[in-house]
């Protein structure tokens, strides 16, 4: 039988991009895949749409309903430890906002079933990866400078840290006890991978482009930027 590959989906707010990403992954030719919505709560119905996608919608999709918004890896937990508990063998994580390329999955599937990869990373900046025109040039210096600056402290040896499109085995997100992440925003992608690292397991990256988002505005704020800083020195100095 195929491995169940689950697609975990954070919302908030996404109500316009929902229904075009499960159309687009329901186009893919992956076996046996599902969809995972987390909702937070989302003021304009996201919630109530998911529930309406799980019942006549193009893909299996099932939808974890959160009353509390406390950051993206806080429901990226929740999500992950959902889908492990409902059997998934590769649990995906992907934004909601279109900005992650949903063609771009096959490809990191068949990394992940073909090599000794414990996560497969869609990168930005590895060789055929790019970012949308739309990037302004201190955007594009912002995410440059902010992978060197982990890179530089934590040593990962990945082009593209900060990336939040990735394929997972299941038996690594168990390795690395995904339960007790604390982190949040991009710091949550990169504890993610420094767990890895640390571990001796290895990170495979493919190339994507990445999207600016469809519609809705950014979840990014002051305080997940602050925490991205710091994070990295937490996680050197850290003892487990």
Excluded: C
């Amino acid at each position: 039988m195929d491995q169940k590959v689950t697609v975990v989906v954070p919302t908030y707010d996404e109500r316009e991009n929902l229904p075009v990403l499960a159309g687009l992954l329901a186009a893919l030719d992956v076996p046996n895949l599902h969809v995972l919505v987390v909702d937070d709560g989302s003021p304009d119905g996201t919630g109530a749409l998911a529930d309406a996608l799980a019942l006549d919608g193009p893909i299996p999709l099932t939808v974890l309903h959160r009353t509390e918004k406390n950051g993206l890896g806080r429901a990226y937990v929740a999500g992950i430890l959902k889908a492990l508990g409902d059997g998934a063998d590769v649990v995906v994580q992907m934004d909601a906002d279109l900005s992650h390329p949903a063609g771009a999955l096959p490809a990191m599937l068949d990394v992940l079933r073909t090599t000794d990869a414990a996560v497969v990373l869609g990168s930005r900046y590895v060789p055929g990866g790019s970012v949308a025109d739309e990037w302004k040039w201190h955007r594009k210096a912002l995410s440059a400078w902010a992978n060197f600056y982990v890179n530089a402290i934590l040593r990962l040896r990945v082009k593209d840290a900060t990336a939040g499109f990735k394929a997972w085995r299941a038996g690594t997100l168990r390795q690395i006890d995904v339960a007790s992440v604390r982190s949040n925003g991009y710091a949550f992608q990169v504890e993610m991978n420094h767990r890895v690292v640390r571990r001796g397991m290895r990170i495979a990256e493919v190339p994507i482009r990445f999207e600016e988002r469809a519609e809705g505005a950014s979840k990014m704020s002051l305080a997940v930027q602050v925490e991205s800083a710091v994070m990295p020195w937490r996680l050197l100095f850290r003892k487990s």
